[in-house]
């Protein structure tokens, strides 16, 4: 059983910026993609960016593509997304998801988080 531990949320200001981290157990971890979603109150979760097991290929939802960073570190079986020039429409609660079971962006994905609040005031 592979478990993920989300940190790195907190309150910001619009355009500060935050680092989110995802901690994951398991030996496992090298052989999936990984990825990062997010919730607003009232909103369907959805897909924020997806990167692949070796780190050689990133997606990134429109919303956030050239705002965000993903990336990983598979000896320390951690995933990151760095979060630049922050909105308020980026508030939500962001969750990192394992091992990738459907087409990228979808929620197909065998693990989850607990997740991380992330508010950005105006």
């Known amino acids: 059983q592979v478990q993920l531990v989300e940190s790195g949320g907190g309150l910001v200001h619009a355009g500060d910026s935050l680092r989110l981290s995802c901690a994951a157990s398991?030996?496992?971890?090298?052989?999936?993609?990984m990825a990062w979603f997010r919730q607003a109150p009232g909103k369907e979760r959805e897909f924020v960016s997806n990167?692949?097991?070796?780190?050689?290929?990133?997606d990134y939802a429109d919303s956030v593509k050239g705002r965000f960073t993903i990336s990983r570190d598979n000896s320390k079986r951690t995933v990151s997304l760095q979060m630049n020039s922050l909105k308020p429409e980026d508030t939500a609660v962001y969750y990192c998801?394992?091992?990738?079971?459907?087409?990228?962006?979808?929620?197909?994905?065998?693990?989850w988080g607990q997740g991380t609040q992330v508010t950005v005031s105006s």
């Open positions: 398991g030996n496992a971890f090298s052989t999936y993609d």
């Open positions: 990167i692949n097991w070796i780190g050689s290929r990133t």
């Open positions: 998801a394992g091992q990738r079971l459907g087409p990228v962006s979808s929620h197909y994905y065998n693990y």
